[in-house]
Antibody
Framework: QVHLLQSGAEVKKPGASVKVSCKAS????????IHWLRQAPGQRLEWMGW????????KYSQQFQGRVTITSDTSANTAYMELSSLRSEDSALYYC????????????WGKGTTVTVSS | EIVMTQSPATLSVSPGERAIVSCRAS??????LAWYQQKAGQAPRLLIY???TRATGIPARFSGSGSGTEFTLTISSLQSEDFAVYYC?????????FGGGTKVEIK
């Protein structure tokens, strides 16, 4: 069974960075892509970026360009999302989601990681 | 960036009735559209991709249609477990973008 396990909740101060992990199981990690998205309370889903877990190619939303870095470790079947220069508006539930490397919808989701940015 | 607009924001439906959710793209996205269901406190679940193809395990009462800029998600006979928020997502252009969501609630 395909499963994405995300790391636990984080509390960070403004200006700090956060790194969230997403461990995949039940499928060939390097044959898939991992997306990172976020959702603030009552808000729509916001796509942040994507990594082809097989070759490491990435694509980022312009909104987060320069602040977000997505990486993958195929030996650990794990993808990572690091967001820097945090501000209070970055407080949200962050999801990783898996999908095809050819079609960019998400057919398996992690349960989400809450990131709170507060002084 | 392609803007996705859903309507209505809230839909009140009685169990057993049909629900129709609309999604409009700010420019043509061919059939590169997906629909997701999100229940309170849960991650989204893929329902439909390619505008009309049901994902694995999705009941036949869920159907999608449309192409270009206008799309529809239809739930033919609402069950209790279908009351949730529904999102559309375009995957034709970067960045990937989502609609604002439609809450389907019990009437």
């Amino acid at each position: 069974q395909v499963h994405l396990l995300q790391s636990g909740a984080e509390v960070k101060k403004p200006g700090a960075s956060v790194k969230v992990s997403c461990k995949a199981s039940g499928y060939s990690f390097s044959s898939y892509a991992i997306h990172w998205l976020r959702q603030a309370p009552g808000q729509r889903l916001e796509w942040m970026g994507w990594i082809n877990a097989g070759n490491g190619n990435t694509k980022y939303s312009q909104q987060f360009q320069g602040r977000v870095t997505i990486t993958s470790d195929t030996s650990a079947n794990t993808a990572y999302m690091e967001l820097s220069s945090l501000r209070s508006e970055d407080s949200a539930l962050y999801y990783c989601a898996g999908g095809s490397i050819f079609y960019f919808y998400m057919d398996v989701w992690g349960k989400g990681t809450t990131v709170t940015v507060s002084s | 960036e392609i803007v996705m607009t859903q309507s209505p924001a809230t839909l009140s439906v009685s169990p057993g009735e049909r629900a129709i959710v609309s999604c409009r793209a700010s420019q043509s996205i061919s059939r590169n559209l997906a629909w997701y269901q999100q229940k309170a406190g849960q991650a989204p679940r893929l329902l439909i991709y390619g505008a009309s193809t049901r994902a694995t395990g999705i009941p036949a009462r869920f159907s999608g249609s449309g192409s270009g800029t206008e799309f529809t998600l239809t739930i033919s006979s609402l069950q209790s477990e279908d009351f949730a928020v529904y999102y559309c997502q375009q995957f034709n252009n970067w960045p990937l973008t989502f609609g604002g969501g439609t809450k389907v609630e019990i009437k």
